[in-house]
């Protein structure tokens, strides 16, 4: 019953000064510090798109679905404070199931300090459907956008990129520390995260910020699982063409002065390697090269929600 789950889950959620109550009452209680800005995101995952339950552990998927709220909040650098999670649960072994999928999420909201506040719970005769949305908090210098890039600035990724469907776009870590660093150290024009697939979302920070993009092939940071799955495969696609477009990467893509991107490169802050892989230009569009000086069109590729008329 809903009722014995609300009560097994309210013994487990955190309750931190920002929320106090946990999950006892109608709504939730945030007690906000006065921030320079709050950060409100939303995403929706299902079963046979985002995950597929039958062939995975369910706490997989919950796990995932927070991650990807997180990974929004580390693309302006915002600190995530609280997340609300929406479950509609098949009915048969609903319980069972609700269970698993926060034993996935709360290691990692623990982790990262983020109190569940509440949410919602439903049954139905449909497939699992997770909605989480997840509340942050930008600092002094603010939120980083993706409209901020300068032409001349130096496009820089954390991470590998490429064959994600292997595995890591379930047990991604989201780059919140990472951004948060960054941000506060570095001086960085425009961020996003890579989640529909690396030309795509570039593609949207350049459109964005009023330039056009052109990347140096050569440079690419490729995945093994990428190299691992073009072996594999039979649709001629590369180890490069899964880099550049097979998204759930979850890194971060950041437009960079050009002294300050090679103060990061030098320092290497993070744990995981930051690369510059091209430049932002004032010709409109997607461009490439291969370490030559001669560009040819990019056409961006990567995952889009298709909706018919």
């Given amino acids: 019953m809903e009722s014995e789950f609300l009560a097994w889950l309210q013994h487990r959620v ?9 999950l006892q009452d109608d709504a939730a209680l945030l007690r906000l510090r006065e ?13 046979g798109t985002d995950f597929r339950l039958g062939e ?7 796990r995932k679905a927070l991650a ?10 915002a600190k995530p404070l609280a997340a609300l999670v929406s479950l509609a649960l098949p009915r048969a072994g609903g319980r069972a199931l ?21 949410g919602d719970t439903n049954s139905w005769d449909g497939p699992l459907v997770i909605s989480v ?27 590998e990129f490429g064959g994600s469907i292997l595995g890591r776009h379930l047990d991604f870590a989201p780059r919140v520390r990472e951004s948060l660093r960054l941000h506060e150290a570095y001086e960085l024009h425009a961020g996003m995260d890579i989640s529909d697939g690396l030309t795509l979302d570039l593609s949207r920070m350049a459109r964005a910020s009023n330039c056009g993009a052109v990347l140096d092939l050569s440079q690419i940071p490729v995945s093994a699982a990428a190299v691992r799955l073009a072996e594999r495969s039979r649709d001629g696609l590369t180890h490069l063409d899964h880099a550049l477009g ?19 490169l030098r320092d290497q802050p993070l ?14 569009g997607l461009w490439q090269t291969a370490g030559e000086t001669s560009r040819l069109p990019l056409s961006p590729q990567g995952y889009e929600h298709r909706l018919d008329s």
């Fill in 56 to 62: 995975i552990d369910p706490r997989r998927a919950g």
């Fill in 98 to 118: 609700a269970e698993s999928l926060y034993e996935g999420m709360l290691p990692l909201a623990a982790e990262l300090d983020v109190a569940i506040v509440g």
């Fill in 14 to 22: 955190l309750r931190t000064p920002i929320a106090p109550l946990g």
């Fill in 246 to 264: 097979d998204g759930e990467d979850f890194e971060l893509l950041l437009a960079v002065p050009p002294a300050e991107a090679r103060r990061i």
């Fill in 35 to 47: 921030p320079d800005g709050t950060v409100v995101t939303t995403d929706m995952l299902m079963d």
């Fill in 133 to 159: 949305t997840a509340i942050g908090e930008v600092g002094a210098r603010g939120p980083l956008l993706r409209s901020g890039g300068q032409i001349g600035d130096w496009i820089l990724v954390t991470g």
């Fill in 271 to 284: 744990v995981v390697p930051i690369t510059a892989i091209g430049q932002l230009v004032a010709e409109a």
């Fill in 68 to 77: 990807v709220n997180l990974s929004d909040l580390a693309a302006m650098a």
